[in-house]
């Protein structure tokens, strides 16, 4: 798992794209959410508790907003919260193309369990704007082989906005996912 940052103007945050937020689980929730705050970030509403963890919003200074949850079965990047007028259909979506094992978390929100990350998808509660551009631009897959899976994909009706390339050491390519989200595609 990895978070990479691009030196750019992102026009837009997270929030109102079909990247809502990722988060991060660690302890100490609230010094974590003071610690962001105190380096240029903003707190978004209180600090609240959901099934015996503390969870605390912030935005970074680019509009990003991210969750910080204390959730000691799963440390480090926790989840990738999406927006969709139509959850369940997004979801459906992703475990066709990317894995994943569709259960809920925490018996409370249906996701894809990755088994050291989730997938998470909430109801939109307005229209959904694509992520290309914004703050949190596009996710990532890796794959073995970009070729079959190119092949995999486009059989599943899934469009590219890229074909595979080959970009520095590695193959790259760019697809639509639902709601605008675009998704990267490497093979190392």
Same mark, same amino acid.
């Given at each position: 798992?990895?978070?990479?940052?691009?030196?750019?103007?992102?026009?837009?945050?997270?929030?109102?794209?079909?990247? %809502?937020?990722?988060?991060?689980?660690?302890?100490?929730?609230?010094?974590?959410?003071?610690?962001?705050?105190?380096?240029?970030?903003?707190?978004?509403?209180?600090?609240?508790?959901?099934?015996?963890?503390?969870?605390?919003?912030?935005?970074?200074?680019?509009?990003?907003?991210?969750?910080? &949850? #204390? #959730?000691?079965?799963?440390?480090?990047?926790?989840? $990738?919260?999406?927006?969709?007028?139509?959850?369940?259909?997004?979801? !459906?979506?992703?475990?066709?193309?990317?894995?994943?094992?569709?259960?809920?978390?925490?018996?409370? $929100?249906?996701?894809?369990?990755?088994? !050291? &990350?989730? $997938?998470?998808?909430?109801? +939109?509660?307005?229209?959904?704007?694509?992520?290309?551009?914004?703050?949190?631009?596009?996710?990532?897959?890796?794959?073995?082989?970009?070729?079959?899976?190119?092949?995999?994909?486009?059989?599943?009706?899934? +469009?590219?906005?890229? %074909?595979?390339?080959?970009?520095?050491?590695?193959?790259?390519?760019?697809?639509?996912?639902? !709601?605008?989200?675009?998704?990267?595609?490497?093979?190392?």
């Amino acid at each position: 798992i990895a978070v990479i940052f691009f030196e750019r103007d992102p026009g837009a945050g997270s929030v109102g794209s079909g990247v %809502d937020h990722f988060g991060f689980s660690m302890p100490a929730v609230a010094a974590v959410v003071d610690a962001v705050v105190a380096d240029g970030g903003r707190q978004l509403g209180e600090l609240v508790e959901f099934g015996g963890m503390q969870i605390g919003f912030v935005e970074d200074p680019w509009g990003t907003k991210i969750e910080i &949850i #204390d #959730d000691p079965a799963l440390r480090g990047m926790h989840h $990738l919260h999406l927006s969709s007028p139509d959850p369940e259909s997004t979801l !459906d979506w992703y475990a066709q193309n990317f894995g994943g094992e569709q259960e809920l978390w925490k018996g409370a $929100l249906p996701g894809l369990n990755y088994g !050291d &990350i989730w $997938l998470l998808v909430s109801q +939109a509660s307005s229209a959904v704007q694509p992520t290309q551009g914004r703050s949190f631009d596009h996710l990532g897959w890796k794959f073995a082989d970009l070729t079959a899976t190119e092949a995999e994909l486009k059989g599943n009706g899934v +469009a590219f906005t890229m %074909d595979p390339r080959e970009y520095r050491s590695i193959r790259i390519a760019f697809a639509e996912g639902p !709601d605008g989200v675009r998704i990267e595609l490497v093979e190392p």
